[in-house]
Nanobody, 116 residues
Framework: QVQLVESGGGLVQPGESLRLSCVAS????????MGWYRQAPGKQRELVAR???????NYADSVKGRFTVSRDNAKRTVYLQMNSLKSEDTAVYYC??????????WGQGTQVTVSS
């Protein structure tokens, strides 16, 4: 059973930074695309950033220039560096493991709250 465990969420003020981490269990981490999604209260889950097995990245327009996704295959870990956080970034952030455009596993989520 593939498991994804996120960490790094918390309460920060606008303009501050956080780094989320997601550690994957199981084998062949490097062949999977990895994503970060978020879901705010009353809203649908949305893609924030994705990094492919080959290292290509893409981002939601709302976070371009502020967020950076990266991966360390040796540690089976994907990161989301979030800078210049805004109140509208408040959400539960989920890590995903993807293959062929399909999510094969979700993490349990980590809460990010941006508030003064």
């Amino acid at each position: 059973q593939v498991q994804l465990v996120e960490s790094g969420g918390g309460l920060v003020q606008p303009g501050e930074s956080l780094r989320l981490s997601c550690v994957a269990s199981g084998s062949f981490f490097s062949v999977y695309d990895m994503g970060w999604y978020r879901q705010a209260p009353g809203k649908q889950r949305e893609l924030v950033a994705r990094i492919t097995s080959g290292g290509r990245t893409n981002y939601a327009d709302s976070v371009k220039g502020r967020f950076t996704v990266s991966r360390d295959n040796a540690k089976r870990t994907v990161y989301l560096q979030m800078n210049s956080l805004k109140s509208e970034d408040t959400a539960v952030y989920y890590c995903s493991k993807e293959r062929g455009g399909t999510v094969v596993s979700w993490g349990q989520g980590t809460q990010v709250t941006v508030s003064s």
